[in-house]
């Protein structure tokens, strides 16, 4: 991520950390002392796991960034909105959960990870090339071990200007709810 008002690399790195192991109390003690709108696709993943667990102050950042994200209205913005709303009790989803990282993911929407035919693994949450599965028979048709509702197939498509961070974070958010989905913290 380029640089960030408010937001030193370490910061970042220790947010985007929080943000992909769940670690909620992490994050709310880095939010607490930083601007949440430059952050605010990081600062939602981990508010939403904070709020859920009880973490004192969660709920009022929840709040602070559920207005902000409002406010934006970038892409993937209205679904972390969503995912807040149900943590803090007030609404359902109807996407179901799976562990996807949503920065491997936005890598390989964005077409950083190759141009290829890629996958989602939702069961294993891994953001693969179709390459690296050919063969495995997991993923073919013809096997036993086959689960038709396990992969997202998808191919990358690159735009013409890079996205930050934050942007790509987003649209991949946005793009896995269009398919019915929701990112849960990956456990690395």
């Known amino acids: 991520m380029k640089r960030v008002i408010g937001w030193d690399e370490e910061a970042l790195a220790t947010l985007r950390g929080a943000a992909n192991r769940g670690l909620g109390a992490t994050g709310v003690a880095l939010l607490q002392v930083r601007p949440l709108g430059p952050v605010l696709q990081y600062a939602g993943d981990v508010l939403a796991v904070a709020v859920e667990a009880g973490v004192p102050e969660a709920g009022r950042l929840a709040e602070d960034c559920l207005r902000e994200l409002a406010e934006r209205g970038q892409p993937g913005d209205k679904e972390l909105a969503t995912e807040l709303a149900v943590a803090l009790g007030r609404r359902s989803t109807g996407l179901r959960r799976a562990p996807v990282p949503l920065g491997d993911l936005a890598g390989a929407l964005d077409g950083r990870a190759g141009s290829g035919p890629h996958v989602l693994d939702l069961l294993r949450g891994e953001v693969l090339s179709i390459d690296e599965l050919d063969g495995a028979p997991a993923f073919d048709a013809r096997s036993q071990e086959y689960d038709?509702?396990?992969?997202?197939?998808?191919?990358?498509e690159p735009r013409?200007?890079?996205?930050?961070e934050e942007a790509s974070r987003g649209r991949a958010r946005a793009w896995l709810a269009a398919r019915g989905y929701r990112s849960a913290p990956h456990e690395l």
């Not at 013409?160 to 930050?164: E, I, K, L, N």
């Open 160 to 164: 013409g200007v890079p996205y930050s």
């Open 148 to 156: 038709p509702h396990r992969w997202l197939v998808f191919t990358p």
